[in-house]
T-cell receptor, first 113, second 108 residues
Framework: DAGVIQSPRHEVTEMGQEVTLRCKPI?????LFWYRQTMMRGLELLIY????????DSGMPEDRFSAKMPNASFSTLKIQPSEPRDSAVYFC???????????FGPGTRLTVL | GQSLEQPSEVTAVEGAIVQINCTYQ??????LSWYQQHDGGAPTFLSY????GLEETGRFSSFLSRSDSYGYLLLQELQMKDSASYFC?????????FGSGTQLTVLP
């Protein structure tokens, strides 16, 4: 298996632009997680899905952030409009059921100018 | 509230043994996990303790004491490649809350 796939790996955009991050979880995994990592705030859970359904989005910073999972093999995290404080590395992770191991993708490094 | 505490930095020499402690505070507890993250890389799973005691996986061991809300990661026979950040996290695979991480530097 190729592992969790994220795209793009790097994104540089200007303040006010829309940003869409993409994730393909490991085939067969039924839980998907979006995290944000910064030096100041560490690794934060933004939202997670179970069987394509959002279970907890309490970590989503504000209405500018939205996430979807239209099917078991694809999820997006969208920021509209983006702001410089959104600059971070965004990780997608997936896991199988009630297992204890999450598999992280390589991350998307987002820079908002 | 919910929180985890771990040291921000640890330094040790190659071949040595190092222990990274983690204390937690949470209203619901489903186990303590450890993840490793190299600079520029993604977190990768190391170990998970649901019950009290020691779990051993090669050079790495993890310990949990639920009564003390305490756990640790023990790294033996340190190698240069072990230089990385180590995160403890509580929860299950359904949801994880991560500590702020411990930066381990292994010196030659």
């Amino acid at each position: 298996d190729a592992g969790v796939i994220q795209s793009p790996r790097h994104e540089v955009t200007e303040m006010g632009q829309e940003v869409t991050l993409r994730c393909k979880p490991i085939s067969g995994h039924n839980s998907l997680f979006w995290y944000r990592q910064t030096m100041m705030r560490g690794l934060e859970l933004l939202i997670y899905f179970n069987n394509n359904v959002p279970i907890d989005d309490s970590g989503m910073p504000e209405d500018r952030f939205s996430a979807k999972m239209p099917n078991a093999s694809f999820s997006t995290l969208k920021i509209q409009p983006s702001e410089p404080r959104d600059s971070a590395v965004y990780f997608c992770a997936s896991s199988l059921g009630a297992g204890n191991e999450q598999f992280f993708g390589p991350g998307t490094r987002l820079t908002v100018l | 509230g919910q929180s985890l505490e771990q040291p921000s930095e640890v330094t040790a020499v190659e071949g040595a043994i190092v222990q990274i402690n983690c204390t937690y505070q949470t209203s619901g507890f489903y186990g303590l996990s450890w993840y490793q993250q190299h600079d520029g890389g993604a977190p990768t799973f190391l170990s998970y303790n649901a019950l009290d005691g020691l779990e051993e996986t090669g050079r790495f061991s993890s310990f949990l004491s639920r009564s003390d809300s305490y756990g640790y990661l023990l790294l033996q026979e340190l190698q240069m490649k072990d230089s990385a950040s180590y995160f403890c996290a509580y929860g299950s695979a359904r949801q994880l809350t991560f500590g702020s991480g411990t930066q381990l530097t292994v010196l030659p």
